[in-house]
C-alpha cells in the first residue's frame, strides 16, 4: 500500500481532522479555496480549532517535495498539487433546506 496517495477536496471541520489522521499514515494533500486558511494550516495554526497544533505541526513535511516520499500534510490552494493523488475524499459542505435537511438532487 506505499503507493497510496490521497487528496481530500475541502479542509472545514470534517476535512482537516480527516486529513491529519489520515497523514499519520499515508501522503495527504489536503485542498481549500480558501488562501488565508491554507496558509495559517502550513503554519501549524488551525484557527477553528478542530485540531490542536501540535498534532497539525507533527504531520506537516519539513518542505512540500518531503510529501513525495514519506507520509505528512500538505495544505494547499493549488488543484495541480492533486495531480497524483490515487484518492480522494470531498468533504464540502452540503446545502441544505430551510429545515436543515441535505439537499441532494440527482
Not at 481532522?17 to 495559517?40: C, H, M, Q, T, W
Not at 494550516?41 to 498534532?55: A, C, I
Amino acid at each position: 500500500m506505499k503507493d497510496i496517495k490521497i487528496g481530500i477536496i475541502g479542509l472545514g471541520y470534517v476535512g482537516l481532522p480527516l486529513a491529519v489522521e489520515f497523514a499519520k499514515k499515508y501522503p495527504v494533500v489536503g485542498y481549500d479555496i480558501n488562501r488565508d486558511r491554507v496558509s495559517d494550516l502550513k503554519k501549524g495554526n488551525d484557527h477553528t480549532l478542530e485540531v490542536d497544533s501540535k498534532s497539525l505541526k507533527d504531520v506537516l513535511p519539513e518542505s512540500s517535495t518531503d510529501l513525495e516520499s514519506e507520509n505528512g500534510f500538505l495544505p494547499t490552494y493549488d488543484l495541480l498539487d492533486l495531480h497524483d493523488c490515487n484518492f480522494y475524499i470531498v468533504t464540502v459542505p452540503t446545502p441544505v433546506d430551510k429545515f436543515n435537511r441535505p439537499i441532494l438532487p440527482p
